[in-house]
């Protein structure tokens, strides 16, 4: 390969990227870029006509190639950025989305100082409230091994380890004993919500690569959400709060269905493109 510039190399990614129909193009090929050249995107340009060492651009054009199959940059990076703070990802996990952010920023503004996180993932929302609420104390849950594991890494990572408590178990099964019960002011929980009759229609970028187990939520989307919901309204104290992310069109049923087992004041919060995304409510 001969010697380009980060200009000229910016440019050859994002034709190919471009060719293969990714709306992204030169967002994924800046992203890959500057994360070979451990730099960030605005030096990219203030270093336009910099030369790229020989194994850099070898480097850049083999993830630029995992991209065109279609791999998320995230993974193909192993980071993604959430709450304005970097995460480690893989395979194991979800990749945080912006939407879910939304949910952290409402339980930021409860000021809980204990919250239990069900589903945890990478730990971006457990690992967020704990690093923004320097007073609070999170119990984070997850069936997944490997996903903990990738939590625990990014805990550490914002020094906020000593204040999140992982635990491996299904949803709320984990928290049986009703010595907990009242205990906690805030649960919140990004639980599988695709309708598993809509799974073969995800995007190739979300079902050849994303953890499937983590997205498909059985018939309707909600089985997750019905099998968790009676247990958190005991776990919470008077006043607390339930968040859940759901489906753009799942919310009226999840509204009729938490109506009916103990909580009140129920709102539903709409994402960055006005579609019905949050659920909060209020133990009575």
Known sequence: MSSLSIREALAKAAGVLRLQGLETARLDAEVILAFVLQTSRPDLYLKSEDMIPAGAAKEYFSMVNRRLKREPVAYITGEKEFMSL????????LIPRPDTEIMVAEALAIKPLRIIDVGTGSGAVAVSLAYYLPDCEVLAIDISPAALE???????????????????GNLLDPLGSTELNSRFDVITANLPYIPSPEMDNLPVDVRGYEPLGALDGGPDGLDCYREMCPRAVELLKKGGVLLLEVGYDQAVIMRSYVNGLGYSNIETIRDLSGLDRIIKVFRS
């Open 86 to 93: 970097g995460f480690k990802v893989n395979r194991n996990v």
């Open 150 to 168: 990738a939590a625990r890494f990014n805990a550490a990572r914002h020094g906020v380890s000593d204040r999140i408590s992982f635990v491996q």
